[in-house]
């Protein structure tokens, strides 16, 4: 007995097949590989979240900086001025 399969579901098994050899997964890793990344054919990657972690590292050199920057500012100075006064 012969089973239809329809379109749609031939195509996501080829393009799983397809993803599954142009990663150069065998069999046996292949089935560890999440269902949504085997069926999604998407490379675009998870935009909102790189966003989100873009934003995130932004708040913290800024926080950060706020609280570092006096701190530094004297540090700097302080070894220009051991330095220029070596020199002269």
């Known amino acids: 007995m012969r089973t239809l399969i329809s379109a749609p579901t031939r195509f996501r098994t080829r393009l799983a097949a397809r993803s599954v050899w142009a990663t150069g997964l065998t069999s046996a890793s292949a089935s560890m590989v999440p269902a949504d990344y085997m ?17 995130m590292t932004v708040g913290l050199v800024i926080a950060i900086w706020a609280v570092a920057g006096p701190a530094l500012v004297d540090l700097f100075n302080t070894a220009i001025d051991r330095i220029t006064s070596f020199a002269g």
């Open 39 to 55: 069926d999604s054919g998407s490379e675009r990657g998870d935009v909102p979240g790189w966003v989100l972690v873009t934003l």
